[in-house]
Each structure stands twice: as C-alpha cells, then as structure tokens.
C-alpha cells in the first residue's frame, strides 16, 4: 500500500446496459486498508455522444449519494465513508466490489452511458 495515498482517487465502473462512473477520494490510510469518500464529476466539454459523455473527478468536493461501493459503511459528519482493503493486481491497485471494477484513476476522462 506505499502506491496509494491520501487524496488519491479510485474510479468504480460498473452497470448492466450502461457504464455507471462513481469516484472515490482517500481520507484515510490504515496498515491495510483506506477510507475512501464518494466525490462529484463534471461531464468533459464535446465528450457527449448518444446517451454518454465522459466524466472527470473534482478533487474534495465530497457527495452524499448512494453508490454500489458501500461495504463497511462509515458515516461522519454527514460524509459517507468506505473502508476497503487494497488489493493489487501487477501494478495496479484494486478495491474489491461486488459490481464492476474499482481502480486507481489514471487521471483519464472515464466513459459512462446512461439508457432511458
């Protein structure tokens, strides 16, 4: 876990018949696991095609919002809080999630679709 930092982001992809973008910012670092608090996204400016776009993070700016990364489920100060054990798979670094694939961002624009 020396890769991973407070104030690092993790992506969450996941969906059926649409891609859902959810991330998460570290707030804490345990000997093996962070706490890690949902943020906001901005869409990215001409990203918009049919029913999709791309999103980036806004570093702190924390959410209250369901999400499906909720395992041990910490709550202060109004502020969702998630404690995950960090996995890591080659180089990259990994949280397990029942649903999709949650990493550390790679600072790209993430896809996500949406079906009405």
Request: charged share 20%.
């Amino acid at each position: 876990m020396n890769g991973i930092n407070i104030g690092d982001i993790f992506v969450h992809s996941w969906g059926y018949d649409q891609t859902n973008i959810d991330f998460y910012q570290v707030v804490r670092k345990t000997l093996n696991s962070v706490i890690v608090s949902p943020i906001a996204s901005n869409p990215v400016s001409n990203s918009e095609g049919v029913m999709s776009n791309r999103v980036m993070p806004i570093k702190d700016e924390f959410v209250i919002k369901h999400t499906a990364l909720n395992d041990k489920q910490i709550n202060t100060d109004g502020i969702k809080q998630i404690r995950k054990v960090v996995k890591e798979q080659g180089s990259t670094y990994y949280l397990p999630t029942r649903f999709g694939w949650c990493s550390l961002w790679d600072g790209k624009p993430q896809y996500q679709s949406w079906y009405h």
